[in-house]
């Protein structure tokens, strides 16, 4: 599974390099042929490419994309989709399970498509319980992994020692009434206390693996004990889904549960604009504003229309950035150049620790009506917490 840091490391190597997006599609080689849609499609788009580059570029941009081919000729993929970076000192191949949109670009790593990504897809924390077992897989850009898991073991031998004295084994089977409810209610609280060790060990992985929401599954009687454990303020992003589902295997698990979590990501997403929208301070909305605001370092997080493309002009010496078409920086007197939104956006983010969501249906929309873009300032957290 792809991880922010491994974005951060890619986006520092030194240009240029080659950046390949694919669909590889794990296609069945069986009623495929093995010139896949993807080697076809890098063949036409490479040759399109070389005749916008400068001269000096030819020969090695050449050189990476037939390393790209020597690499998908004759590969049956496992995966969706493949992220490529190449040049003479770098080779980085990140398979998804998720699709991506073609590209291919020479020069600077191009990592926003992987940030996009991350963004619409943010690492979930899924916990799966029935009676036996807690098991604690992490899930993101269409992977499942497992984490751990944790067996329920419950020693009942003692309670029929002492509750049930010298009784014979037939009276033992036949016990009823009070001496059974005391069985029941200690097993009960057994159960209890297993979920509610389960609730702090899912607290531990959603910050050791930076998680962010908290998918319970299970029978209601299990799964609840654990949302009560969940302290304040992640308890919000806590979803149940009452459902026995231990006895399916991962893949199984899900196909069951995907549908469940896109709903509920797109739901978070509406509440997440709908909330920046109405918000009286701590916010900001206008495109230049926000771009300003995170280039000082003062925005947290940055909430992002997925088709939102914008073109701006960056200053080459202060790298201030924002839509004017002033040819000279009004900062520092340097000139300025033509960039794409998606082309800085990865380094500032970075740059300043900034968060970053990226929204689509409803949430999108709505967002473009107020610009598509906009974000949080960091002393609105400053000011809740006082």
């Given at each position: 599974m792809i991880r922010a840091d491994q974005l951060q490391e890619i986006a520092a190597l030194s240009p240029p390099i080659l950046s390949a997006y694919l669909n590889t599609g794990a296609q069945n080689a069986s009623r495929h042929p093995l010139a896949q849609p993807d080697l076809t499609w890098l063949k036409k788009e490479a040759v399109s490419?070389?005749?916008?580059?400068?001269?000096?570029?030819?020969?090695?941009?050449?050189?990476?994309?037939?390393?790209?081919?020597?690499?998908?000729?004759?590969?049956?993929?496992?995966?969706?989709?493949?992220?490529?970076?190449?040049?003479?000192?770098?080779?980085?191949?990140?398979?998804?399970?998720?699709?991506?949109?073609?590209?291919?670009?020479?020069?600077?790593?191009?990592?926003?498509?992987?940030?996009?990504?991350?963004?619409?897809?943010?690492?979930?924390?899924?916990?799966?319980?029935?009676?036996?077992?807690?098991?604690?897989?992490?899930?993101?850009?269409?992977?499942?992994?497992?984490?751990?898991?944790?067996?329920?073991?419950?020693?009942?031998?003692?309670?029929?020692?002492?509750?049930?004295?010298?009784?014979?084994?037939?009276s033992i089977r036949k016990t009823r009434g009070s001496q059974r409810d005391v069985f029941d209610d200690r097993l009960e609280a057994q159960f209890t206390r297993l979920c509610q060790e389960a609730a702090q060990r899912a607290m531990v992985l959603?910050?050791?693996?930076?998680?962010?929401?908290?998918?319970?599954?299970?029978?209601?009687?299990?799964?609840?004990?654990?949302?009560?454990?969940?302290?304040?303020?992640?308890?919000?992003?806590?979803?149940?889904?009452?459902?026995?589902?231990?006895?399916?295997?991962?893949?199984?698990?899900?196909?069951?549960?995907?549908p469940i979590i896109d709903d509920c990501q797109h739901k978070q997403q509406v509440a997440a604009v709908t909330e920046l929208l109405g918000a009286e301070q701590g916010a900001v909305l206008n495109v230049d504003e926000t771009l300003a605001r995170l280039e000082s370092g003062a925005i947290r997080k940055i909430i992002l229309a997925r088709d939102l493309e914008l073109e701006l002009h960056q200053c080459v010496k202060c790298g201030r950035a924002n839509r004017s078409a002033d040819p000279v920086c009004a900062n520092c007197g340097a000139q300025r150049r033509k960039v794409a939104l998606c082309g800085i956006l990865p380094a500032l983010l970075a740059a300043q620790d900034t968060k970053l969501e990226v929204v689509t249906g409803e949430a999108a929309r709505m967002l473009a009506r107020a610009g598509g873009m906009g974000g949080w300032l960091r002393q609105a957290r400053h000011l809740a917490a006082g």
């Amino acid at each position: 599974m792809i991880r922010a840091d491994q974005l951060q490391e890619i986006a520092a190597l030194s240009p240029p390099i080659l950046s390949a997006y694919l669909n590889t599609g794990a296609q069945n080689a069986s009623r495929h042929p093995l010139a896949q849609p993807d080697l076809t499609w890098l063949k036409k788009e490479a040759v399109s490419k070389t005749k916008s580059l400068l001269p000096r570029d030819v020969e090695g941009f050449e050189r990476q994309v037939e390393r790209v081919k020597q690499f998908l000729d004759q590969r049956h993929p496992n995966e969706r989709a493949l992220a490529i970076f190449a040049s003479r000192e770098t080779w980085a191949v990140l398979p998804m399970q998720v699709s991506v949109e073609d590209e291919l670009r020479w020069g600077k790593p191009d990592v926003w498509q992987l940030f996009r990504l991350l963004s619409e897809h943010p690492p979930r924390c899924i916990v799966v319980v029935d009676h036996h077992a807690a098991r604690f897989f992490m899930y993101g850009l269409g992977e499942l992994n497992l984490l751990e898991e944790k067996a329920f073991e419950v020693d009942i031998s003692q309670w029929k020692k002492k509750d049930l004295g010298h009784f014979s084994a037939e009276s033992i089977r036949k016990t009823r009434g009070s001496q059974r409810d005391v069985f029941d209610d200690r097993l009960e609280a057994q159960f209890t206390r297993l979920c509610q060790e389960a609730a702090q060990r899912a607290m531990v992985l959603c910050k050791k693996h930076d998680l962010s929401s908290l998918f319970l599954v299970g029978s209601e009687r299990l799964i609840a004990p654990i949302q009560t454990k969940i302290p304040h303020p992640f308890a919000k992003s806590v979803f149940l889904v009452p459902e026995d589902l231990g006895n399916l295997s991962p893949m199984e698990l899900l196909r069951r549960l995907e549908p469940i979590i896109d709903d509920c990501q797109h739901k978070q997403q509406v509440a997440a604009v709908t909330e920046l929208l109405g918000a009286e301070q701590g916010a900001v909305l206008n495109v230049d504003e926000t771009l300003a605001r995170l280039e000082s370092g003062a925005i947290r997080k940055i909430i992002l229309a997925r088709d939102l493309e914008l073109e701006l002009h960056q200053c080459v010496k202060c790298g201030r950035a924002n839509r004017s078409a002033d040819p000279v920086c009004a900062n520092c007197g340097a000139q300025r150049r033509k960039v794409a939104l998606c082309g800085i956006l990865p380094a500032l983010l970075a740059a300043q620790d900034t968060k970053l969501e990226v929204v689509t249906g409803e949430a999108a929309r709505m967002l473009a009506r107020a610009g598509g873009m906009g974000g949080w300032l960091r002393q609105a957290r400053h000011l809740a917490a006082g």
